[in-house]
Nanobody, 122 residues
Framework: QVQLMESGGGLVQAGGSLRLSCAAS????????MGWYRQVPGKQRESVAT???????NYADSVKGRFTIARDNAKNMVYLQMNSLKPEDTAVYYC????????????????WGQGTQVTVSS
């Protein structure tokens, strides 16, 4: 009963910037954490950046200093500002949320977006 809607992916030249957005909707009581993950062929999905409801953030070493994650808790949205993009950032990026849903009893579910392609040309 929870959906994640992503936007902002695309093609960009090395050194450029993109901003990914993800909106969560549905039977949401609380979102404990949101984050961005990415996956390339031949590799497992990896965490890029996460943020808790309290604002604590965690970044992969490969993106520290270049990417910034932010939340708008009132809108149930998360953003990923990607600057100084490199060809190795090319991947399918997935939005993720740990959501407490308004079921009886309430429960936490792990919800994924459909993925959005980010391609960085050299």
């Amino acid at each position: 009963q929870v959906q994640l809607m992503e936007s902002g992916g695309g093609l960009v030249q090395a050194g450029g910037s993109l901003r990914l957005s993800c909106a969560a909707s549905g039977s949401i009581l609380r979102i404990n954490a949101m984050g961005w993950y990415r996956q390339v062929p031949g590799k497992q999905r990896e965490s890029v950046a996460t943020i808790t409801s309290g604002g604590s953030t965690n970044y992969a070493d490969s993106v520290k200093g270049r990417f910034t994650i932010a939340r708008d808790n009132a809108k149930n949205m998360v953003y990923l500002q990607m600057n100084s993009l490199k060809p190795e950032d090319t991947a399918v990026y997935y939005c993720n949320a740990l959501v407490v849903v308004t079921t009886t009893p309430v429960r936490q579910i792990n919800t994924w977006g459909q993925g959005t392609q980010v391609t960085v040309s050299s």
